[in-house]
């Protein structure tokens, strides 16, 4: 039998209480493509405890409901099935403030909160000093204004206006302008677990400007 800590839940399920659990763990397991064993083992459960939990014939501790989540990049509000607040898919302009960190310039381009992250960025001159990336998930850049200068291990493309990259970010990367006066771009990457600050600009400390 299975073992997580503060596990107090009865086993089979009392009928009735926490009706939406069930369903909601099957589903956000099927949308982040896990298996049942995949899954399983990330959460320290076996395939056969996790399959009784989706099936509701055994309810979740709390503490197991935290794991679920982290795994599954949710809330526990919404494994319990609670609609999250409606978000506006428009992203004005005119409410984006240019943040500074480590010379980089950049306006949120997309949604707040999102696994995507859509920044519009103005990357200064590429210098020797420019920080070597590697990170989890992938990277999208369409150069807008100037030129840039994207080192991608040990190749370095130039990419001129109306160019672009997608490439996977656990390759060593460096982005910087091939322009003195600097360049603009749209940088898209996923989001898997650092900060927008450290995924995109380094380690310093952002700022409004």
Do not use: K
């Amino acid at each position: 039998m299975d073992h997580v800590p503060g596990d107090l839940s009865p086993d089979p399920a009392t009928p009735g209480s926490l009706p939406d659990v069930a369903p909601q763990l099957r589903a956000l397991r099927r949308r982040r493509g896990l298996t049942l064993e995949a899954a399983a083992q990330r959460a320290g459960l076996s395939p056969a405890h996790l399959s009784r939990l989706e099936t509701g014939n055994r309810q979740p501790s709390l503490p197991m409901l935290l794991a679920l989540a982290r795994i599954y990049g949710t809330t526990v509000s919404e494994l319990l099935g609670e609609a999250p607040p409606e978000r506006d898919p428009v992203v004005r302009a005119a409410r984006s403030e240019p943040v500074e960190a480590d010379g980089w310039v950049y306006r949120q381009a997309g949604g707040a909160g999102r696994a995507l992250q859509c920044l519009r960025v103005h990357v200064p001159h590429a210098t020797r000093a420019d920080i070597v990336r590697v990170h989890p998930g992938e990277e999208w850049i369409h150069v807008l204004e100037g030129r840039v200068r994207l080192a991608l291990g040990d190749v370095v493309h130039v990419l001129d206006r109306g160019d672009g990259a997608h490439f996977d970010s656990l390759t060593p990367h460096r982005i910087g302008a091939a322009t003195p006066g600097g360049a603009e771009l749209l940088f898209v990457h996923t989001l898997l677990r650092s900060p927008v600050a450290e995924l995109c600009l380094g380690d310093g400390t952002p700022h409004r400007r």
